[in-house]
């Protein structure tokens, strides 16, 4: 399925496109969003959704790349490397990184439980800041 198909329904609605990059945005810039329709039906299908070949595409993640922190999202798999792209730079930014080099987390509004991904095992915790253990 593909990561902006939120219900798994095979089809990108306007209102998982909107829900999709509001998560983008609270998580790469920490930021509220709003969104208006203006008419338009927040089911209204705008795609069908491909299905990912694997469940790592699509992860929000933090790398920690030549000793600093990013955040970005899987976009690719190739063994046990990523391709990641990061929030705020262009493609040419895109980096394959090794599992090591990935903390990741995203907020489950719903429960408001972090649930952060660490060397392909997830951890729920309090606080989505800190690193897994």
């Known amino acids: 399925m593909s990561y902006a198909d939120l219900n798994g329904d095979r089809q990108i609605s306007l209102g998982e496109l909107v829900e999709n990059e ?4 609270k998580f790469a810039e920490e930021q509220e969003s709003s969104f208006a329709s203006r008419g338009f039906p927040t089911d209204m299908v705008l795609a069908p959704a491909n299905e990912s070949s694997n469940p790592a595409i699509g992860r929000r993640v933090v790398v920690r790349s030549e000793g600093d922190l990013y ?3 899987i976009i690719g798999v190739r063994g046990s490397r990523y391709l990641v792209r990061y929030f705020g730079y ?6 394959w990184v090794s599992q ?5 987390h995203t907020q489950r509004e719903e429960t408001g439980v ?3 991904w660490w060397l392909g095992r997830e951890y ?3 606080s989505a800041n800190s690193w897994g253990q």
């Open 71 to 73: 955040k970005g999202r």
């Open 22 to 25: 509001r998560r983008d945005m």
């Open 114 to 116: 972090a649930e952060k």
């Open 90 to 95: 262009d493609e040419s930014y895109n980096e």
């Open 100 to 104: 090591r080099q990935i903390r990741g």
């Open 124 to 126: 729920r915790t309090a």
